[in-house]
Structures are given as structure tokens and as C-alpha cells.
């Protein structure tokens, strides 16, 4: 069972971790257009609800319903919008699914805990996200995500 949220998903460094894990799982794109992808590389209009559409790639035995800017699939959505999560695949509901999903994973108090926990969030959440560092071979660096993070985190006014 998640436990509740330790700190309000709008703070400054949940906002600069969300924006960071947009970059890290649509690498090297952080643009709101990654809101409106496949898996894959193509695009969905209709965000009423989650897009389900199963994309099968090179290099994966299965298809995949990953989607949006955080390539969340499609039991992953249905589950929070069982729940009261999320009731549509809007921008604004795809950062609370995310939210929520660091949640599951156990890893919002390290995300609010900023620049300090930042290898142990993304410790917590490389089963739900291999892009992060230590996830994909040399995608990107622990230092190059820290510095986007502290990057993002001025943008949203918060101190590093």
C-alpha cells in the first residue's frame, strides 16, 4: 500500500522533478509537446482518456500501450482513474498519475527531499523508469540530471 503524500505535489521540487522526468523519459526532448506522444514516437490528439493503443518497436518482443510525457501505460491509468486519481489524460492529469506513481514506488519523499535525495529517487524508481541515471547504459549521468534538476528548480523559483 502508497503511503500519503509527504509534500504538496506543486512545491518547487516536486515541479522541477516532474519536469526533469518528462526530459529523462523523452530524451533529449523536454518541450510540452511530450504530453501528446506514443510509444514510439507518434502523436495523440484526444486526451479524454488514455490513448491505449498498443505500439510494438525494433528491439521490444511486445507491444507497448506507453503514452504521454511520461510514457505511463495503459493499466497504470485505468488503475487511477479506478481509484478517483485521474479522470481524463490532460497534461495536468498525467503529472498527478505520475505523482501518484512515485507514490507507489515509495519515492515522494525522496523527490521532495530535492537535490539531496535525488540518486535515491531515482534509485526507487528505475523499475517504473529506466531513463533515469543507472537505468539505460550511459543515457544520461547522475551530474547531468542533477544539473537539469537544479536548472528546472530556478525556473520555478526555487533556491538550490
Known sequence: MA????????????????????????YPNDGDFVYYKLYG???FTDTSRHPNRAILTSGRPDPSTAAGAYMLTYPA???????GIV???TPAS???????????????LAVCGGRNTLEQAFKLLQPE???????APGRIS?????NRYEGYLLCFGGRI
Do not use: E, H, M
Request: with cysteine.
Open 41 to 43: 514516437g507518434k502523436s
Open 77 to 83: 491509468w485505468k488503475a487511477a482513474q479506478l481509484k
Open 87 to 89: 479522470a481524463d489524460f
Open 142 to 146: 547522475v551530474q547531468t540530471a542533477r
Open 3 to 26: 503511503s500519503p503524500p509527504v509534500c504538496d505535489p506543486g512545491c518547487q521540487n516536486v515541479r522541477a522533478f516532474l519536469k526533469l522526468l518528462r526530459w529523462a523519459v523523452n
Open 129 to 135: 523508469w529506466a531513463p533515469l541515471p543507472g537505468g
Open 94 to 108: 498525467q503529472d498527478r498519475l505520475a505523482w501518484w506513481r512515485i507514490g507507489q514506488r515509495g519515492a515522494q
